[in-house]
């Protein structure tokens, strides 16, 4: 056998896992010849989002879209947001929207309608450029949603909703509803029919077309028949004359891949994801675009918005009575937080042992860690330091004989967590004397 051979430092891949950068995407080869140059998200909280159960008054979606502002700022990396136009409230926030679009907010917004005639004449003197028309592909919808039901007769309404749109001096994006139960023999006729009929209108009302993976059955697989394989439709779209920029991606995440097919779709050239922050959005939500953004800065394909502004949504969303799980990733409550003994030897020891990135500047958040009773002593040692910047030695009487207190807690049967603040009174005593000054890692 070949012995493992030693090393006089250690090899941490630091191309790969940055100090101070979400990890990098490096290839064994050469990046695939379809990956756009550029890569940007688009914005659906103020639509799926609230249709999930967001209760979002004008006021909140107001506060919602500024959220957005900040997070993006100028780094393209979010850049549309669409809005309901059913409703009075629904108005009022895209009015709002609009008016800070035009004194130079980043997300431009837009709409979402039924494709029929009478919802394109709701859109039109609204001051939007763009609104997506709902275009269900799948014989599920076109067979059972209309009366009579039947692919020409659906695309057939769609396509007067497009004529309609297109003379009101908008752009259509089609949003092509359960493509991946749809069949091909829809989907690729229907959008040259589109294509066909916006050929003699200006080039700025080129149609988009976003393919919506709605009960989240699609696969980030390529070798899968068609319609469940993502990466295949979207080569398939582009094979068809649609543009990278013109192309969007919509999952849900029914099924566990909602970020795996983003990537799988951005991959084989599709330039733009669809989702909402932090993951709102119907069932088991939508594309959380904070998720699908990291890994598309690790692909060298979008600029970094502020990830900080994110905690401040998070807190929104709280008020709203729609926090964000305890354990969801980036922003729950636990998600940066240990629990066991030997994470938090490994944490006092070298932090990024067990950090993904350096969370406390990439996200502003802190590495957290709550008492167990398979905690230990470095558990205690790490929660003092994190919150005094203090690391006292593993041989402190005083801080021994506070975990036998804690442990004592424990085999008397305590299930829940012990936390800094029921023990700050004790800690801070066992500190050295003068200033202390927190440096959470």
Same mark, same amino acid.
């Given at each position: 056998m070949t012995p493992v051979p030693d090393v006089p430092s250690p090899e941490l891949f630091p191309s790969t896992f940055p100090a101070d950068h979400f990890p990098q995407v490096r290839w064994e080869d050469a990046a695939p010849g379809t990956l756009p140059a550029q890569v940007w998200t688009t914005e659906t909280t103020h639509r799926d989002g609230q249709q999930g159960g967001l209760p979002l008054t004008a006021e909140v979606g107001l506060?919602?879209?500024?959220?957005?502002?900040?997070?993006?700022?100028?780094?393209?990396?979010?850049?549309?947001?669409?809005?309901?136009?059913?409703?009075?409230? *629904?108005?009022?926030?895209?009015?709002?929207a609009l008016e800070r679009w035009r004194s130079g907010h980043p997300v431009e917004p837009t709409t979402w309608i039924r494709a029929t005639r009478q919802d394109a004449a709701l859109v039109a003197g609204l001051g939007v450029r763009e609104t997506g028309l709902l275009a269900s592909a799948s014989d599920y919808h076109t067979f059972h949603k209309f009366t009579p039901g039947g692919r020409a007769q659906a695309a057939c309404t769609y396509l007067d909703a497009v004529q309609a749109v297109l003379d009101a001096g908008l752009?259509?994006?089609?949003?092509?509803?359960?493509?991946?139960?749809?069949?091909? *023999?829809?989907?690729? &006729?229907?959008?040259?029919?589109?294509?066909?009929?916006?050929?003699?209108?200006?080039?700025?009302?080129? &149609?988009?077309?976003?393919?919506? *993976?709605?009960?989240?059955?699609?696969? &980030?697989?390529?070798?899968?028949?068609? &319609?469940?394989?993502?990466?295949?439709?979207?080569?398939?779209?582009?094979?068809?004359?649609i543009g990278a920029e013109d192309l969007e991606f919509h999952p849900h995440n029914d099924l566990h891949l909602v970020v795996a097919n983003s990537l799988s779709a951005v991959l084989a050239g599709c330039a733009v994801i669809n989702g909402t922050l932090l993951g709102k959005g119907e069932r088991t939500g939508n594309a959380p675009l904070e998720g699908v953004l990291l890994h598309l800065i690790g692909l060298g394909v979008t600029a970094a918005p502020d990830f900080t502004v994110l905690n401040e949504l998070a807190d929104l969303y709280e008020t709203l009575g729609q926090g964000v799980a305890a354990k969801y990733p980036l922003y729950g409550r636990d998600a940066h937080r240990t629990r066991a003994g030997i994470h938090a030897d490994g944490l006092n020891k070298f932090w990024p042992m067990y950090a993904p990135f350096n969370v406390p500047a990439l996200l502003g958040r802190p590495l957290e860690l709550s008492l167990t009773r398979d905690s230990g002593l470095a558990g205690l040692i790490f929660l003092i330091r994190a919150h005094t910047g203090v690391e006292l030695p593993k041989d402190h009487a005083g801080l021994r004989a506070l975990h036998a207190q804690l442990d004592e807690g424990f085999e008397a049967g305590r299930q829940t967590a012990v936390e800094w603040e029921e023990i700050a009174e004790r800690a801070l005593k066992l500190l050295p004397e003068g200033p202390v000054v927190a440096s959470r890692p």
């Open positions: 506060q919602l879209y500024d959220l957005m502002g900040r997070f993006t700022a100028q780094s393209g990396a979010l850049r549309q947001a669409e809005f309901f136009v059913y409703r009075p409230q *629904d108005r009022a926030m895209l009015a709002g752009r259509p994006r089609l949003h092509l509803e359960d493509a991946t139960r749809a069949p091909r *023999d829809f989907i690729l &006729p229907f959008v040259a029919q589109v294509q066909a009929l916006a050929a003699t209108y200006p080039v700025a009302q080129t &149609p988009k077309f976003r393919i919506c *993976d709605t009960m989240g059955v699609g696969l &980030p697989l390529e070798a899968v028949a068609w &319609p469940r394989s993502v990466p295949r439709l979207v080569r398939e779209l582009r094979a068809a004359g």
